[in-house]
């Protein structure tokens, strides 16, 4: 037993034209379809004409987001590799200026990072922990400025304890003070 069957696909019955003729085993209950891979609208090359160009578009968008959040971590490695040196740590207890010149230099790179939208989810993540990093360096930059006034040690002899010694001494304090307890 065989069928023919004539098959128009378009808006007016005109793009593609197929003719075939069925037929059916016997021991068969339904038939098989399957697509053809030869049939594209315009409809579908123009969706997806679409689609790759606002890729594209995000794509390049977020590569700009994640360069500008690179650069502001790249200049918090700088400014951590400044707070840890130990000349940088005594003229911020020395000097109220050079505190607030760290504070503000940290303070400018987030609002860097605060300028950066978090539409995709990896741009968030990488932003948050940057900015995470920067509070952090701000709260050590916080607490080497008020060890100013309350870690001032005077050694053996009644001299002041400064440098390595002042460190040595401030770290002995903390194990005495947790051994106490």
């Given at each position: ?108 790179l987030l609002l860097r990072l605060d300028s950066v939208p ?64």
């Amino acid at each position: 037993m065989a069928t023919e069957v004539t098959l128009s696909i378009g808006p007016l019955r005109s793009l593609q034209t197929w003719k075939f003729k069925l037929t059916k085993p016997e021991n068969l209950k339904h038939l098989p379809v399957t697509a053809s891979s030869h049939f594209h609208s315009n409809i579908s090359s123009a969706d997806t004409a679409a689609a790759r160009i606002q890729s594209g578009y995000r794509s390049h968008k977020i590569r700009g987001l994640y360069k500008t959040i690179s650069s502001v971590h790249q200049e918090a490695n700088r400014a951590q590799s400044t707070i840890q040196r130990q000349e940088t740590v005594d003229a911020i207890r020395s000097d109220e200026k050079e505190r607030l010149r760290m504070n503000e230099t940290l303070m400018s790179l987030l609002l860097r990072l605060d300028s950066v939208p978090g539409s995709d989810p990896t741009i968030r993540e990488a932003r948050r922990k940057v900015s995470r990093r920067i509070v952090g360096m701000q709260e050590v930059l916080d607490s080497i400025s008020e060890a100013k006034d309350e870690n001032q040690w005077y050694d053996d002899e009644g001299g002041l304890c400064t440098g390595k010694k002042r460190w040595r001494k401030r770290l002995c304090s903390i194990v005495k003070k947790n051994l106490e307890k």
